[in-house]
Structure formats: C-alpha cells, structure tokens
C-alpha cells in the first residue's frame, strides 16, 4: 500500500502559520548558536514584533512569569532532513531517530525553546519587546508563537532523558584576553565564553592548529581549540 504523504500549499501554511515576530540577536550564522536553550545563560536577545502584532495588551501579564516558549521557525536550514541523525552529544558517531533528538534539521523546521525573560520594554517605534536570556535563536530568526512557561505542568524534573543521561557534555575551558574582553564590555565578553564553551566547532573536527571564526555582535571573531581550551586570538 502506498502512502501518499499530505503537503499544505505555502498558501494554506501561510493561513495557518503567521511570523509574528523576529529574533535579534549577536549571533548572525548559526555557526556558534548553542544546540540548547539555556547552555549560554548571558547571551542577551530581543523578540521584536512584526507591526500587525505590535501591541501592548497581547503581551499584558507576561511580566509575571521567568520564562517563555518560542515557536520558531529553522529559517537557515536547506531543508533536507533525514530519519536519522548523528547528535553532537554522541560524538558525532552514533545515530538516533529524527524525532529522538533535537535536530534542526526536521521535516518541517520548527524549532522549540524555553528561555529567560529578562525585561519587556514598553513604547518606542519597536514596542512592546521582549528581552529574553540564553535563547538557542540566531539573528533575523522567524518566531511563530510565544507561550508562558508554567512550571506545575511544564517542569519534570524526574524525566529520563534518553541517550543525553548517559553521555555527560563536557564545556571547554574559555580564554579571552583582557582587550577582547573591554572591547566586547562584560556582558558581551561573559556571553562569548559561554558560547564558546559549549564548543561549536562540528564534531569531526580535531585539528588544534585550525583558527575557527564567527560573527558575534557585529564582529568578527577567531578562536582556536586546543587541550580542551578554546582560546580566543582577536576580534
């Protein structure tokens, strides 16, 4: 028996499924975006609406809760996606199924992320923004949709965990030089070391020798991993 798999116009999506809003943040490729929300705790991000959905009363509340779920949109991705994946976690060596992991590269693109609220600003030609913390989200990223989180039915702390339990993530050791460090000011300095940390290089790479480089926040920035310590060489 064949199975005739079910496709939606792009103008029966486009019904069903508005951008409502853009993702800003330092981060402009997704070569350097955390794999996981909440890994890079001080990378900083806006979610500015689009000016259909700029209104104060759609975000009244939401000063009361810590955290939000965006709906967003793999808008960088090429599409192709596969039954299988290799996880970062697993060393870029062992396969799972697509629907066993968190890979962008899914049938449909859409991606889910629990992240910090850090302020609302009200007002101004952009407002309302929201300003969230430790969002997995490169720059010009499509939102779709922005929840509350709500921790009496959205926490499980005693879940299992499948293979991400059994295979601990170890982070580099992070070495940025001091005039790097006044150059990006703390915050962007203590957001690009958690970045790094969490070692964005792909993982078949090994060379200690290659110089990797990435924008962050308007710059260019090159670093090289060597010994578990990602060294930061000028931005």
Request: hydrophobic share 40%.
């Amino acid at each position: 028996m064949l199975l005739r798999r079910k496709k939606l116009t792009f103008a029966g999506v486009r019904k069903l499924m508005d951008v409502i809003a853009r993702f800003h943040s330092p981060l402009t490729s997704k070569f350097g975006v955390p794999r996981q929300s909440g890994l890079a705790p001080a990378l900083a991000g806006r979610i500015v609406f689009e000016p259909e959905y700029r209104n104060e009363d759609s975000v009244r509340g939401l000063e009361d809760f810590d955290y939000v779920w965006l709906v967003w949109q793999f808008s960088a991705n090429a599409g192709k996606w596969s039954f299988t994946v290799r996880p970062p976690r697993l060393g870029g060596n062992r396969r799972v199924g697509v629907f066993a992991s968190r890979s962008p590269f899914r049938p449909n693109g859409l991606g889910l992320s629990c992240v910090r609220i850090n302020n609302i600003e009200y007002g101004g030609s952009e407002g309302p923004v929201i300003h969230v913390l430790g969002a997995d989200l490169m720059d010009q990223t499509p939102i779709l949709d922005v929840k509350p989180y709500v921790a009496y039915a959205d926490s499980h702390p005693d879940a299992r965990s499948g293979f991400v339990d059994s295979k601990e993530w170890e982070e580099l050791q992070v070495v940025i030089p001091q005039r790097i460090c006044e150059q990006l000011g703390n915050d962007g300095a203590e957001a690009l070391r958690q970045v790094l940390a969490q070692d964005p290089r792909p993982q078949y790479h090994d060379d200690e020798e290659r110089i990797y480089g990435m924008p962050f926040a308007g710059r260019d920035v090159h670093f090289r991993v060597k010994g578990g310590v990602a060294e930061v060489l000028d931005v």
